[in-house]
């Protein structure tokens, strides 16, 4: 059962913008972290952002200012809006939901951003 599907990457020139959802199940959305992250070519996944169930927000330095995490839950989606973006923001990002305690949760399949120079 597919229960976190991305969508919303492509490729945007520097500067650029994109918005990122993620429709997620009812078992997913209930979770009480929802977030995003990436894993580029030879690195190691990483944080990208996390929402709370009662909406406090965490955001990796590296995105702080630029990437805004938020939540529909009528749509059970999950939005990452990605402004001003580098080329190094270029990965695959990946939706996910896990309980506090938990260290990996549900992952969905990934979307591919490209950011070019």
């Known amino acids: 059962q597919v229960l976190l599907v991305e969508s919303g990457g492509g490729l945007v020139q520097a500067g650029g913008s994109l918005r990122l959802s993620c429709a997620a199940s009812g078992s997913a959305f209930s979770m009480n972290i929802l977030g995003w992250y990436r894993q580029a070519p030879g690195k190691q996944r990483e944080l990208v952002a996390t929402?709370?169930?009662?909406?406090?927000?965490n955001y990796s330095d590296f995105v702080k200012g630029r990437f805004t995490i938020s939540r529909d839950n009528a749509k059970r989606t999950v939005y990452l809006q990605m402004n001003s973006l580098e080329s190094e923001d270029t990965s695959v990002y990946y939706c996910n939901a896990r309980a506090v305690s938990s260290v990996s949760g549900y992952w969905g399949q990934g979307t591919q951003v490209t950011v070019s120079s």
């Open positions: 929402i709370s169930r009662g909406g406090s927000t």
